[in-house]
């Protein structure tokens, strides 16, 4: 019998508390209750090889290896399949990731041609810098001959069959040579997920490490070329994140506004619904319908896309989709591609709100499809915030949390540069001073999506406070930077009083908060960014695998995690996962991904069970790291308190007085 949790067990976040007993109440399910009743199929997951694994991947099978020593129909071993189980997720996760960078590619160029209806190029600077990457001369041009070329050399990218991504030359030399003697250099986006598909087929590749290395070539090839196009084109477009503030949580919805709810992945058409919601007609509209407005609200990754670049509030990350509903106050939910539950329109369906897909991929069943066109973008949007208006009236009895906080999104690394060097000398160097004097321990990437099998936010929150107060800088993205956000990490400067000694004494002396929410999950690319300067500014040696960094995805779910988790080792930053791994049948391919991978690519892939262990995990490896490059042991009582006699008076000081003196007008 499966194990019913209590609700505040589910989650850790009061906003969805609230929601989940609501849905108890009306008798409605969420992913939360389905889990309970659905523990994970331990052969499917292949967790351990007490579980088992199981390959699907001809019909001579499916086969389940349980027993000692047991193989499949074929022949093929514990060790093959579970390597072939983790190339497929990586190719599905890569795919999903870099088709979304090739749509945003077709719409720059429709935007360069002037077919694209309400788009423009709104950063230039941007562009003629992506265009000197591309090797694309800017001189003399006008922005739409450069965004012309930079976009089809970037959907050149996809269909690329020989040579390398474009990309890969902006790495560290010495990343670059390890993926030549590794075998792993990506040649084109769509290759390297075709091969993987041709190579885990029945009958084809069965060497578990070498099944990785397609494994890894694909995933760099969504690293360092899908998510980094659509993260650049999409500031090409939409212009690069510099802070703003903005709100996160089901609070964030209102109770006398028509509430447009924005869930997936694209910030296209998105983008234009935040045009449409303000013009003035439109307004008018809703207000003679008995509303006070037009309210935007977003979920996942689109919520990070225009959150980052248009301050549209957030109604949380991917658990908090279905609670969004159960307000009773969301008029439309639009939603476009990638962690969109399928339980949704049902859900939709015990209220008055109309469930949208726009996407000429992602078709759900029981809701309305309203296919988007970039030539006709602009009216597409206006149609759907006229649908969402025409249904407030429609609107029944509402319980709208009423929890938000404060959030500050937007760290591109053109602004980290900016922030820690002025305009003049923009620069990574006191970054990497404050590390190398050991004020900053680290930096860790605490990324990554909920789980309804983990407790909601609950890893990411604790992760987040320990790893401050440990003096490690965060950066983040995807659903992990929105949980932060709930719970008042990702709010800037404020949230230096979480921070440890050193880390609030380097954040104090440059305005830089101690937590940089970075954007949404394609936004990956944009750490590889950092990572790469902070290895060529000096001091951390010459390699990211030198830096002392580590990625983190405690409540992951999403095949793009594992894609993530994958070219991020490949990279020379290590990983490590929560939940359970989906490996652990197969000691070999743990031995590969940790050992191996550690040796040839000098970074590891790991999964572990506790949140503990995942913290001690991160400042063991931070700690090793800095060994390796001779810094100085990390010892917090260094900083903060001996060396700054202004922060050891405030301590002294009642904390309000302290928040007073430190946020208050000294800065
Ligand atoms: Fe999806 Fe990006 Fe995961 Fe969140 S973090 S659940 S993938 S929305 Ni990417
Ligand atoms: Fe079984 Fe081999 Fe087919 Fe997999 S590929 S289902 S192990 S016979």
């Known amino acids: 019998m499966a194990k019913t949790r209590t609700n505040i067990e589910r989650t850790v976040d009061p906003a969805a508390q609230e929601m989940l007993d609501r849905a108890d109440k009306l008798g409605l399910g969420t992913a939360f209750s389905r889990a309970d009743a659905m523990p994970a199929c331990p052969i499917g997951m292949g967790a351990s090889p007490k579980s088992g694994i199981c390959c699907k991947n001809c019909y001579m099978g499916p086969c389940r290896l349980v027993k000692d020593g047991q193989v499949g129909v074929c022949g093929a071993t514990v060790d093959t399949i579970a390597a072939r189980n983790l190339a497929r997720a990586v190719a599905g996760g890569a795919a999903a990731h870099s088709d979304h960078g090739r749509d945003v590619a077709f719409t720059l160029l429709a935007t360069a041609e002037g077919h694209a209806q309400g788009y423009q190029i709104r950063d230039e600077a941007k562009l003629r810098a992506v265009a000197r990457k591309f090797g694309i001369p800017t001189d003399k041009r006008k922005k739409e001959e450069i965004a012309r070329d930079v976009a089809l050399k970037a959907i050149s990218q996809f269909g690329q069959q020989t040579g390398e991504l474009i990309y890969l030359k902006t790495a560290p030399k010495k990343r670059q040579e390890r993926w030549k003697k590794y075998g792993v250099t990506p040649r084109g986006v769509d290759r390297e997920v075709v091969e993987v598909l041709h190579r885990t087929h029945v009958g084809d590749d069965q060497d578990a490490e070498h099944i990785l290395q397609g494994a890894i070539r694909c995933a760099l090839s969504d690293g360092w070329g899908g998510s980094m196009i659509a993260t650049d084109l999409s500031d090409i477009l939409f212009g690069t994140p510099s802070p703003r503030v903005g709100q996160v949580n089901l609070g964030v919805l209102k109770d006398d506004e028509v509430n447009l709810v924005l869930h997936g992945h694209e910030p296209t058409l998105s983008e234009m619904i935040v045009a449409a919601a303000s013009e003035p007609e439109l307004i008018a509209y809703a207000e003679s319908k008995g509303a006070k407005g037009i309210n935007l609200a977003g979920i996942c990754c689109t919520s990070n896309e225009v959150l980052l670049r248009q301050g549209v509030p957030s109604a949380g990350n991917f658990l908090n989709q279905e609670l969004a509903l159960l307000t009773g106050a969301v008029e439309a939910m639009v939603v476009d591609v990638q962690c969109i539950m399928q339980a949704l329109p049902d859900l939709a369906s015990h209220f008055h709100t109309k469930f949208i897909t726009t996407s000429p991929k992602v078709k759900i069943a029981g809701g309305t499809h309203m296919e988007f066109d970039e030539h006709k973008a602009l009216d597409q949007a206006r149609e759907i915030v006229k649908l969402a208006i025409d249904n407030y009236p429609n609107r029944g009895e509402t319980a709208i949390p009423d929890y938000r906080s404060d959030i500050v999104p937007g760290f591109s690394h053109e602004y980290i540069n900016y ?249």
Not at 519 to 541: K, P, Y
Not at 640 to 667: C, F, H, T, V, W
């Open 419 to 667: 922030m820690l060097g002025g305009s003049f000398r923009a620069s990574f160097r006191p970054l990497n001073d404050a590390i190398m004097s050991g004020r900053i321990r680290g930096v860790a990437a605490e990324v990554g999506c909920n789980n309804p099998r983990t407790p909601h936010d609950k890893s990411h929150e604790f992760l987040v406070r320990e790893l401050l107060k440990n003096d490690v800088l965060v950066v983040q993205t995807g659903c992990g930077a929105l949980a932060s956000g709930k719970f008042g990490y990702a709010i800037g400067e404020a949230a230096l009083e979480f921070a440890g000694p050193g880390l609030r004494e380097v954040c104090e002396a440059t305005g830089m908060p101690p937590v940089l929410h970075m954007g949404s999950c394609v936004d990956n690319s944009r750490i590889l960014t950092v990572l790469t300067q902070m290895a060529e500014e000096g001091g951390l040696g010459d390699d990211i695998s030198d830096v002392p960094a580590v990625g983190l995805a405690p409540e992951w779910m999403s095949e793009k995690a594992l894609s993530i988790g994958t070219y991020a080792a490949a990279s020379g930053a290590s990983v490590i996962f929560g939940i359970d791994s989906p490996v652990g049948a197969s000691p070999e391919v743990t031995r590969l991904m940790t050992e191996t991978w550690d040796r040839v690519l000098g970074a590891k892939m790991e999964f572990v069970k506790t949140d503990e262990e995942m913290l001690q995990k991160t400042l063991a490896h931070i700690d090793a790291k800095r060994a390796a490059l001779n810094l100085p042991v990390y010892d917090p009582k260094r900083f903060g308190r001996s060396g700054d006699a202004r922060m050891l008076a405030l301590e002294e000081l009642p904390e309000a007085e302290m928040a007073d003196a430190l946020y208050g007008g000294a800065k």
